[in-house]
């Protein structure tokens, strides 16, 4: 009995170090792989405190390596643009200006009363009380309601750079290319791409601007798309 207590302690002590050095996303919205990672973890941190026969050792170094695992695939999640995509998917609008996206709900396996329920969950039953409707990457349902009078009103912001790299679905949609936006950039602070951490616009041509050194704006767009 106290070998298990002890081992227990251990892997215990272990996995609270390493969830931590995680991050607080690792406890908070999950993506796909990190979900994965997970349910490895809590398989492997099980068997070496059930089964004295196991080195604790061995245990201990599964679960260190599946952090390093993490940390590598972290890593070319954000380095790599296109891997972003591969390992954790990306949002889907199920209802924009047109209503349902039928396609983008079957794309995603769902369909019409899946989208309903999920509706109702986030307190919006009537579809047409809502400008836009969004599957996150991590499973989470967002909701853009429309809002009468407001001067954003349903309107979604779309991200046309993320951490210094242009989002291409999002670009193409603005109607604008990269070099219209890095002169903008320039005119309003930033000389290099990589110093804009977030540029986002909306169908309205309203964007938010921010570098890593400058507080954010507001930037008004000429003569973007419906549909950015």
Known sequence: MALIFVRTTVIFIVLLIVIRLMGKRQIGEMQPFEFV?????AELACIPMSD??????YGVVAIVTIYLLHQIICVVD???????TVL????SIVINADG????NLKRNNLDVADLVESMRESGYPSLDSVAYAVY???????VIPKKEGSESAGTLPRIIVDEGQFEQDNLAASGKDEAFFLDLFRQNGANRLKDVILFTLDEKGKGY????TQPYRVLQIPDCKESA
């Open 37 to 41: 990672i997970t349910l490895l973890i």
């Open 52 to 57: 004295t026969s196991i080195p604790l050792l």
């Open 78 to 84: 954000e380095k790599v643009r296109f891997m972003r």
């Open 88 to 91: 954790g998917g990306k949002p």
């Open 100 to 103: 349902i996206d039928y396609a």
């Open 136 to 142: 996150e990457s991590n499973g989470n349902f967002s």
């Open 209 to 212: 601007f921010q570098t890593k």
